[in-house]
């Protein structure tokens, strides 16, 4: 069905075909990344604003492209998910980031992102178990960090296994805070430790008061409800100097350190003690 010239009859249009072909060479490329090794994690710094002290890292993961070069998650984490390589692409995170944090000072933690595949995974709790047990981690230093657009799914599930998570001892982190809907009710109805309030909301700080009058209630309530508070984004002192006005717990951001490999870490905690 393919007629050259007035093209109503082209089922393949050329550049769709490329685009078919483009992905599938991704994803082909993504499964053997995998087995070759060429994923690695960079850590960025979560920051006590009142201190200004390291509470412990936020670990964010990287493709070593052989071509391409450094390629960030936006641009495989979607076709990973998809192809579902999520899962023992997230399984292999997991160890890792586990591992280089039992190389780090004591109390320091390390947080891993995980996707919605993870979470329906019936394995998961004995993945982060066996994470842990590798690399002799103590589960109070893990932090799991979840989308809040995940947990419209299954709440009840969700919840239940959430619950699990935390009495293993690790802590769940509500990332992206703010983004989806019902916000605020997910506060009381989830079993979360943490709220990572999104860079979006630093940025309406700048632009106007009520950007900042959302961060200050977001602060407000989780205070009450004994849940800590991450700000995402943080680029410039003033921003630094507004959010932790508002009560905020933590920070985030390119004005602290951005995301940094792990051979990195010794020396930018060397650096910090000496600020
Ligand atoms: P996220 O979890 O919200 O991570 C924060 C993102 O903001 C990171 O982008 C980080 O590099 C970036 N960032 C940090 N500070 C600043 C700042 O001051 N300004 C700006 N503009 N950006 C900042 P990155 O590393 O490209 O990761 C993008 C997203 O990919 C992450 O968003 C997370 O959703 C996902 N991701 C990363 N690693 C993993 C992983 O291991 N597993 C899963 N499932 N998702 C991951
Ligand atoms: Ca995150
Ligand atoms: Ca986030
Ligand atoms: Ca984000």
Redesign the pocket.
Known sequence: AKREGGGRFRFFEPGMQLRVQARRQLEEDLRRALEKGEFE??Y?PLVNLAEGSVGGF?????WRHPQRGLV???EF?PVA?AMGL?VP??RW?LAR?CADAASWPQPLRVA????AA?LADPALEETVAAALAAAGLPPRRLEL?I?ESLLLRDTEDTIALLRRLRASGAAISM??FGTGYSSLSYLIKFPIDKV?I??SFVLAMDERPEGAAIISAIAGLCRTLGIVTTV????TPAQRRQVAGQGCTEG????FS??CPAQAIPALLERWECL
């Open positions: 994690l960079h960025q936020e670990a964010l993961l990287r960030c998650p936006d984490i998910e999520i692409l997230g995170t980031a891993v992102n995980l996707s993870q960090e989308t990332d992206d990572k999104d860079r995402e984004g943080i680029e985030q951001g390119y004005l951005p995301p």
